[in-house]
């Protein structure tokens, strides 16, 4: 079953996906179609209860023989695979990029600057083992290690972008180099006026059968390592500045640029490793920055790797609109309020923070009273809903226009207070929603904050009423 109004998906319209037969978060659509593309919520090995699928549970009294993960990732790409259908595409061959969440070891060692970050995975072989059955290798992908998912035991969850069938776009991934011999994705994806993009600081070589030394054993490339013998180099801002070397590559590759860049997502393993990336940032996008949806606190797959960024860009002439408010703080660092593009508005994330970039007081969990006290939480997520709608109403649209928000906690304990904001803020036809709970000291950016929110919605045109 499928609720949305409209004559032509995707073209003129925002149209929300709810498949009967797929669980999805309390609150949240299982995807929303709007622009010539459809974002799906987290997709969780779950069932209706939001418990672990009994299909996705391994047997503890049986003989040993079956993988969870991979049990697990045939529950969630079903619930994918049903979600895409009931949007009018073929998860086989439409989905342009997918996140891939998976919980990860969190050190308090490893939570330091100086520290190599490289925690303990469960083996992604099975999921790669079920993802092969259901999609094809033309896809961006980012994968991210998080401390919390929000079904209890859920290794793995997933989100994806795909691009809806029209006449004339054909769906094209370009190669880079090494990459494709060693993952089972592309880095370079074009569809239609879309392109996305996805890099990291590593040349799927790093040490691996090496015996030069280059410092702490990691795969990391040799141009994104600092020299480790010398009281000089950021490791941050050679990793950022090797990473965006290969985006803007791979958009060459697809013929665009990253002046064309309309939306980026970086991550990043550390709140201390902000300060270092936004100096290469500024370097790389001086005029027109794109909008940044931003997450730390997370654990990356590539050992060594502090950062990661995927890319959004237009081809031809498609027009980029930067969004500016007056009605609430800009967000923090270098990136505008929003991007329009066509159809589609990127917002940059939103922190609970006021003009000096704190967290206000009356807005700080008390960890005395957090049991008595949930008001900060819900203060906190209030005032990101209501920034996010400043940001839609300077762009010509609102908040029940919005088609996906990716959040990040500082804890999943708060995601009883967020969810009842967010069925505030979006009582009918509500977006897509991932959430995750990161780690770290601190896990988000902001100290005290408890989330960090970005959103992608659509604007209808002047006068429409579709929905």
């Not at 941050?236 to 665009?256: D, H």
């Not at 031809?316 to 505008?336: C, F, M, N, Q, S």
């Not at 990040?408 to 929603?433: Q, T, V, Y």
Request: net charge negative; glycine share 8%.
């Amino acid at each position: 079953m499928t609720s949305g109004r409209g004559e032509t998906p995707g073209c003129g319209t925002r149209r929300v996906i709810v498949p009967s037969e797929v669980p999805v978060l309390p609150g949240s659509s299982a995807a929303v179609a709007a622009g010539g593309l459809v974002f799906t919520g987290s997709m969780l090995p779950m069932d209706a209860d939001h418990r672990l699928h009994p299909a996705a549970v391994v047997d503890s009294d049986a003989v040993p023989g079956s993988d969870p993960l991979e049990l697990q990732s045939e529950v969630l790409l079903g619930h994918l695979r049903e979600t895409l259908a009931a949007a009018g595409c073929n998860v086989g061959t439409d989905v342009v990029r997918i996140y891939q969440w998976a919980p990860a070891r969190y050190d308090a060692k490893l939570d330091v600057l100086s520290d190599g970050v490289w925690p303990r995975f469960h083996p992604a072989d099975g999921y790669v083992r079920a993802a092969s059955q259901v999609l094809d290798g033309v896809r961006t992908s980012t994968g991210i290690g998080v401390r919390q998912l929000p079904v209890a035991d859920a290794l793995f969850a997933v989100e994806v972008v795909a691009v809806q069938p029209q006449p004339g776009v054909v769906k094209q991934g370009y190669a880079e180099g090494d990459s494709e011999r060693v993952l089972p994705f592309v880095s370079t994806v074009g569809a239609g006026d879309w392109v996305t993009l996805s890099a990291g600081p590593s040349d799927f070589q790093g040490d691996w059968m090496s015996s030069v030394s280059m410092g702490e054993p990691s795969f990391l490339a040799p141009q994104a390592r600092p020299n480790p013998y010398i009281w000089l180099g950021s490791e941050i801002e050679a990793q950022t500045e090797y990473t965006l070397q290969r985006l803007a590559r791979a958009a060459e590759s697809a013929g665009t640029s990253l002046d064309r860049c309309v939306h980026a997502d970086v991550t990043l393993a550390h709140a201390s490793d902000f300060a270092g990336f936004e100096r290469v940032w500024r370097r790389w996008f001086p005029h027109r920055p794109p909008a940044r949806n931003l997450a730390t606190g997370a654990r990356l797959v590539i050992k060594g790797g502090r950062v990661e960024v995927g890319a959004t860009c237009l081809t031809r002439d498609a027009k980029i609109e930067p969004v500016r408010t007056e009605g609430t703080l800009p967000p923090h660092g270098h990136a505008p309020d929003g991007v329009r593009a066509g159809e589609l508005l990127f917002i940059s994330t939103r922190m609970p923070i006021d003009a000096s970039g704190r967290v206000p007081p009356r807005m700080r969990p008390d960890p005395a009273r957090s049991r008595f006290n949930r008001a900060p939480a819900r203060d906190q997520v209030r005032q990101v809903l209501d920034e996010l709608a400043v940001v839609c109403a300077a762009a010509g649209t609102s908040l029940r226009h919005v088609c996906k928000v990716q959040a990040f906690l500082s804890d999943l304990e708060h995601l009883p207070e967020f969810l009842d904001c967010w069925r505030e803020a979006f009582p009918e036809r509500p977006p897509a929603l991932a959430v995750m709970g990161m780690g770290g000291a601190p896990s988000l950016l902001a100290p005290h904050a408890i989330v960090m929110a970005g959103a992608i919605a659509w604007v209808p045109a002047t006068n429409s009423d579709h929905d």
